[in-house]
């Protein structure tokens, strides 16, 4: 019975040893990974190496015989003895992982050599929306010494993207392969969509003449702005009296403030790729409604209100509060991106689920009957609505008269129109 216990035991001890073995192969393979491939070159000296091969066979001739198996044997050896980049570390400085719309990232890349190596590129890999991959050649570095190289990334479109990872790039004398030896990993970078300073209230006007509240409301108690005068009637704070206009008038008179009807904002985001414009690579329309959506969602945020953000296909982010909540809101909109379900899904979440307590913010560039047709019945319902038209050709202008026609607050921006100053000019341009 010993025999066996000892046998698996000596079994088990090779098992963990493999297991050691493979875990610090594959480690090392993360760090340094190596790759081989032809070049356009070599490529085509394989393929000309076939014709020689084909006519031998035809003409029945050794010497094209020879000289295709030459050729062969000479790409092999260029394949298999292409020189290594071994021993490099490289550091990255000025590569952070977060980034605003617009953002210049200086980065400076710092090589150091184990041992000397000469006559490599240093090769940058970056998304083609950061431009184009930075190529640096080497003719020649020697063990110890270190090399700095800067070079710029220009955040031009929101995303999230992978820069790198940062290959060191050796071909054979002849250059018909190329070996790529990692010395970097990849780095996730988050750009954000560039944020506007704008003004948005939720706002109870249309239920105030005649004043009456909508069925279910949360108004602030004290008000968010200066609305107006009126006479003094018992119960009132006695802070609130303007002494100045009363002497002037002859009664008491109070300040009066406007009301928000909730504290609870919902952002919905019209993804639908069929209602926005696009173009090359991007959706200028589409680019307009993430940056409308963020700068409302993150004015909210920090105004104290709850928000909530929506899509055609479902929720972008859990409902947060507060401005410290600011980053991971746009963590979201920086990943969000076109899908292929219509405007009408959310509407009629929407209506399942009525929020008649949340002030709701539409961004969208089309509106059809039905879409319209749900959008009265959550302003029947008591329902707050924003609509914020993105206006890109002469279709989506109709979004516009169809969302006043409806008794919805408006507001239409074009691409590349300042924020702030559409939403102060267009916001209740509808019936309130």
Request: glycine share 8%.
């Amino acid at each position: 019975m010993a025999m066996p216990l000892r046998i698996r035991t000596a079994g088990s001890r090779l098992v963990t040893w493999r297991d050691r073995v493979v875990d610090a192969y594959t480690a090392r393979g993360q760090s340094s990974k190596r790759h081989r491939r032809f070049t356009r070159a070599g490529k085509l000296a394989l393929a000309g190496a076939v014709v020689p091969w084909v006519l031998g066979y035809i003409i029945a001739g050794p010497a094209l015989y020879v000289f295709a198996y030459a050729s062969v044997v000479l790409i092999l050896l260029c394949y298999l003895l292409a020189p290594k980049a071994t021993q490099l570390e490289a550091t990255r400085v000025g590569l952070r992982p977060l980034a605003q719309q617009g953002d210049r990232l200086e980065v400076e890349v710092e090589l150091v050599a184990g041992r000397s190596l000469s006559t490599f590129v240093l090769e940058e890999r970056l998304p083609a929306a950061l431009g184009l991959p930075v190529r640096v050649p080497i003719a020649r570095v020697t063990r110890g010494s270190t090399i700095n190289h800067r070079y710029t990334i220009v955040c031009s479109r929101r995303g999230v993207y992978e820069v790198g990872p940062l290959m060191a790039v050796t071909s054979d004398p002849l250059g018909l392969t190329q070996r790529e030896t990692r010395i970097a990993d990849a780095f996730e970078l988050r750009v954000h969509p560039r944020i506007e300073h704008v003004s948005d209230r939720p706002l109870t006007r249309r239920f105030e003449d005649p004043p009456v509240r909508p069925p279910v409301s949360k108004p602030w108690p004290t008000g968010l702005e200066f609305y107006g005068m009126r006479e003094y009637q018992p119960g009132d704070e006695l802070r609130r009296i303007v002494w100045r206009a009363s002497a002037r008038m002859g009664k008491l008179m109070v300040r009066e403030a406007e009301e928000g009807i909730t504290d609870q904002v919902t952002v919905i985001l019209d993804t639908d790729r069929g209602s926005h414009s696009w173009d090359v690579d991007h959706s200028e329309s589409f680019e307009t409604g993430v940056r409308v959506a963020a700068s409302l969602a993150v004015r909210h945020l920090q105004d104290g209100y709850e928000v909530r953000c929506d899509s055609n296909g479902g929720r972008l982010v859990r409902t947060l509060r507060g401005a410290s909540r600011t980053l991971e809101l746009l963590d979201a909109f920086a990943r969000v991106d076109m899908s292929r379900e219509p405007l009408l899904a959310v509407l009629r979440r929407m209506a399942v689920e009525p929020r008649r307590d949340a002030h709701n913010i539409l961004i969208t560039p089309h509106l059809d009957d039905q879409e319209a047709a749900q959008l009265r019945l959550l302003i029947e319902r008591g329902a707050s609505i924003l609509v914020v038209a993105l206006l890109w050709d002469e279709e989506s202008s109709e979004t516009l008269n169809v969302a006043a026609a409806l008794g919805c607050q408006v507001a239409g921006i074009r691409p590349g129109q300042d924020l702030a100053s559409a939403l102060n000019h267009d916001i209740g341009a509808g019936s309130r």
